[in-house]
């Protein structure tokens, strides 16, 4: 009987959709500092940061959101490689705000989100969770954490839905989701690779064609 209270607890914790909710509730419309927002989520676990850091890069609605959240998403990615218990913010980092009307409707399109796929997630593949493949997880998120800093149109979702995928694989256990994360995280790269390719292309094609003016 203990045994089947503690598996129901563990399948309580990871109401993410009820957090986002919560979150969205407590916000006003004020500047909320991102420091007061991390201290909210103290001692929540990683798999809660990285979806709270990473579900509303997937809502294009919020102008250089993908900057900040990728910044964000660098100290927990760290703490994933290294192990650590507890993940330090510099202190300039706590000292950015977001606007708390934009938040609080982002949260809320993430609490709806999370609540159409949460019945899907469930403990499967366990060991793709925990130990050294948190550690590889840590290493992809840190990866996509670079790609969000990206100036690049387009550039934050597909990371985005990959941090979030890793996010909730954790707080579930579930392995496939992880698997997926990891596929998603592959369509980033590709995407960046190919776009920032053609992207110099271009804009090397605009220089010759400027130069060209120019020397006559």
């Known amino acids: 009987m203990p045994d089947l209270c503690h598996q129901a607890e563990e399948r309580r914790v990871p109401a993410s959709s009820e957090l986002f909710l919560q979150l969205a509730a407590d916000l006003g419309d004020d500047q909320v500092a991102v420091g007061d927002l991390i201290d909210r989520l103290a001692g929540r676990g990683i798999g809660v940061l990285l ?125 496939l989701l992880m698997l997926l994360s990891t596929f998603v995280a592959a369509l980033a790269v590709t995407w960046v690779y190919v776009g920032g390719k053609y992207l110099v292309a271009f804009t090397v094609s605009i220089y010759k064609v400027i130069l060209t003016a120019w020397s006559r």
């Open 51 to 175: 979806l709270i850091f990473s579900l509303p890069l997937c809502i294009p609605n919020i102008p250089g959101i993908s900057t900040l959240f990728g910044l964000l998403l660098l100290p927990p990615s760290i703490q994933m490689i290294t192990g650590r218990k507890a993940v330090w913010f510099p202190h300039f980092v706590r000292r950015w705000s977001l606007q708390g009307s934009g938040l609080r409707a982002a949260f809320r399109i993430c609490s709806r989100i999370l609540y159409r796929v949460e019945f899907l997630a469930k403990p499967r593949l366990v060991f793709l969770t925990e130990g050294g493949a948190t550690s590889l997880a840590g290493l992809q998120t840190l990866i996509l954490a670079l790609i969000l800093l990206l100036p690049m149109p387009g550039a934050n979702v597909i990371p985005g839905v990959s941090v979030a995928l890793t996010g909730l694989a954790i707080l579930e256990r579930d392995g």
